[in-house]
């Protein structure tokens, strides 16, 4: 526990700026906001609030809002994380220092494994508090303009923002740290996205010329994401639960989850065995 404490203590301290890009980059977004908000306020005077909805319209307007909100912030997260795990994999052999840390009286599977929880569970942590944080002011403050609860509208935003990220990481970003391991520098989800689309090019020349029905990787590794997006039109809540539920626990689902736990076990054979630089 000291060697894994002693590991996220470093990378927190090489790292912290990335790790925090999202908090960054929301802070900013908020205070341009406001900013150009005020400025318009000084020269054209303070704007008239409006809102146009029926009141059994409000809660499914602002669970919309409040999903795109998570959903940026988990595509957010989700980038940093992928980018994070590559650097944490292969910065040592960029600056020559592999034999270096070879030689450290810590195992490669805790030295492995202290990284992606640096950067996958951080960035997870990261996402849920953001979320929460964001979500439960802006019900809280709509709810005092409007005079109605909507608690209950963010945490449901939340919670079904949140089965997509947790698709995205048992499915994309295992096969991100396969990539990783099996390249020793950085762009490796450039040449990741590559290989899905030149694999799914054979898949389409296959299925059109043989009459299979075989799946594009990109729909199955990225296939979240349409999901994600596809919410968007359905304006029920109980059905959206539902329909979240129902994909968190398919096979489809199931089989990404072996997936990934097969490339990570891959990864760790593959990053274990790779030739010092």
């Known amino acids: 526990m000291i060697q894994i404490n002693a590991v996220l203590k470093k990378e927190w301290d090489i790292h912290k700026h990335t ?59 989700s980038l940093i994380m992928i980018n ?49 944080f964001l979500n439960l002011s ?10 109605q609860n909507f608690m209950l509208v963010g945490l449901n935003a939340f919670m079904t923002a949140i089965i997509y990220l947790i698709a995205g990481i048992v499915s994309f970003v295992p096969l991100s740290i396969l990539f990783s391991s099996i390249f020793k520098k950085k762009g490796n989800l450039f040449y990741l996205l590559i290989t899905l689309w030149s694999a799914d090019v054979i898949i389409r020349m296959a299925n059109q010329i043989w009459g299979l029905k075989m799946r594009y990787l990109f729909d199955f590794f990225l296939g ?18 539902k329909l979240s539920l129902q994909y968190l626990f398919s096979m489809d689902y199931l089989w990404k989850l072996l997936f990934g736990i097969a490339f990570l076990i891959a990864s760790y054979f593959i990053y274990k065995r790779r030739e010092l630089s």
């Open 224 to 241: 979240f994401v349409n999901k994600f997006f596809a919410m968007l039109t359905v304006l029920d809540a109980s059905l959206i639960n």
């Open 19 to 77: 790790f925090l890009f999202p908090v960054y980059f929301v802070v900013g977004f908020i205070l341009a906001f406001l900013i150009l908000m005020l400025v318009l306020t000084i020269k054209m005077g303070a704007p008239q609030f409006r809102w146009d909805f029926l009141a059994e319209q409000n809660f499914i307007v602002l669970w919309i809002m409040q999903y795109v909100i998570a959903g940026s912030i988990a595509l957010l997260c």
């Open 138 to 147: 802006i019900s809280l403050i709509m709810g005092l303009i409007l005079k």
């Open 84 to 132: 994070l795990q590559n650097t944490l994999m292969n910065k040592d052999y960029e600056n020559h220092f592999e034999v270096f840390h070879s030689c450290q009286p810590l195992s490669i599977l805790k030295s492995l494994s202290s990284k992606m929880l640096f950067a996958i569970g951080g960035q997870i942590l990261l996402f849920v508090g953001m979320t929460l």
